[in-house]
C-alpha cells in the first residue's frame, strides 16, 4: 500500500537549529554559544520550586494554563482573553499558520528565523522574500510589497541579525498592512533581552486587529529545555487557538517554571545589563581579528562575517569545547556567516581566546 499525504508535506524539509544536539559531539563541558538563551539562564527562584514541584508530574497540566495566564495578565497587563499559552513559541507559529494562513500570500523579510517560511510552506502558502540584512533602511519599498489578504512576517530584534524596528517604523508597517487586510505577525521572542530602549508593540494589540505578537520564555528566563511560549491578539485570533490547541500542550514542569519566572523582573535587569557590557568586550574583541566582522546588534547574540568556511570554523571550535551557530542554512546567507549568544564574561573570555587560537 502506498502511503499518500499532501504535497507540504512530502517536499517538507524541518528546520535546522542550533543547540548542543545539532551537532554529534554531546561532551557535557561544551559551552554552547549557538543558542540564545539568556546570559544568566534560568533564575534561582525557578529552580528550587521545580524540585518540590516533580511529584505533580503524576497529575495531568491544567488544558488552559490558568495560573500561568493569570499571571502573564499581569506581567503584560493585558486581559487574559487576549492571550495564548503555547508548547513553545514554536507550537503557536505552527498553530497560527494552520489556522489562518492556508494559501495565502506571505512576506518574509530575509535573513531572519527560518521557522515562519516552514510553517507557512505547510499551509501551501504562497510565499514571497524581502532580502535586507536591516529592514528599518528599507521600510517604505517593503511596505510597498505588503499581500493584500495576506500575511507578513516580522522577527524585532531580528534572528539572526540583531537589527531592531523601532514602535513607530511598526505601526507604520501594522497600519499600512491594516489597509490592505493583512496580518502582521511579530515576534518579540528577544524584546525582553534588548538593553537600549523598550520597542514592544505588545500594547497595540488593542488599536489593531490585524496583529498578532509572539513572545518566550525561553530566551529571557533561560527555559529553553522546558519549552513555553505565548501570544497576544484580538480575542478573535486568541479564541481560535485555544480550539486548535493540542490537548495539555503546556506540560506541568513547564506552567509551574513559568509562573515564577515571570515574579523575578530582576532577572530581566540584570540579564539586561550583562548584555549591553558584554556586547560592546564581545564586538570589541572579534573586530579586531583577521577576517571577522560584528554586525551591531540590539539583543543578545552577534552576528559575525568571516572569510573562513563557517562549518570548519564551527568544527575548529568543537575542539576547543565551544560551540558556534553555522548561519548558511539561513536563507539570504551563506557559508560565511556565523552567530554566538552573549554569555557571562568569563564564558566570552573562553570564546575569545579559542577564536585567536584558531586564526
Known sequence: MKIRTTRA???HNPVVHGGRFSVNNQDPDILDFSSNVGPIGMPISVKSILKKRLIQMTTYPDLHSSTLSSGLKKFIGLPKSNLVVGNGAI??????????????????????FEEYETAAKLSNCKISFFKTMNLSKNL????????????IFICNPNNPTGTILSK???I??????????????????????VPQSNQSVINLIKNYDNLFVLRSLTKSFGLAGIRIGYAVASKQFIDILQKLKIPWSVNVIAQEAGIIAI?????????????????NFLKNEISTMPGFECYDSSTNFILIKTKQDSTKLQKKLLKHKIL??????????????IRVAIKSHKDNLKLVHALRAII
Do not use: W
Not at 140 to 151: A, E, K, L, R, T
Not at 172 to 193: G, H, P, T, Y
Open 168 to 170: 513607530k517604523q511598526l
Open 140 to 151: 517604505d519599498s517593503f511596505i510597498s510589497q505588503i499581500p493584500v489578504n495576506g500575511c
Open 172 to 193: 507604520k508597517i501594522i497600519s499600512s498592512a491594516k489597509q490592505k487586510s493583512c496580518i502582521v505577525f511579530v515576534d518579540e521572542c528577544f524584546i525582553e533581552l
Open 91 to 112: 507550537e503557536i507559529i505552527y498553530n497560527f499558520c494552520s489556522a489562518f494562513l492556508s494559501k495565502k500570500s506571505v512576506l518574509i523579510p530575509v535573513p531572519t
Open 9 to 11: 508535506i512530502e517536499t
Open 324 to 337: 558556534i551557530r553555522d548561519c548558511k542554512n539561513f536563507r539570504g546567507l551563506n557559508n560565511h556567516y
Open 263 to 279: 515574579k523575578n523582573k530582576s532577572h530581566l535587569i540584570k540579564s539586561k545589563s550583562i548584555i549591553k557590557k558584554e556586547f
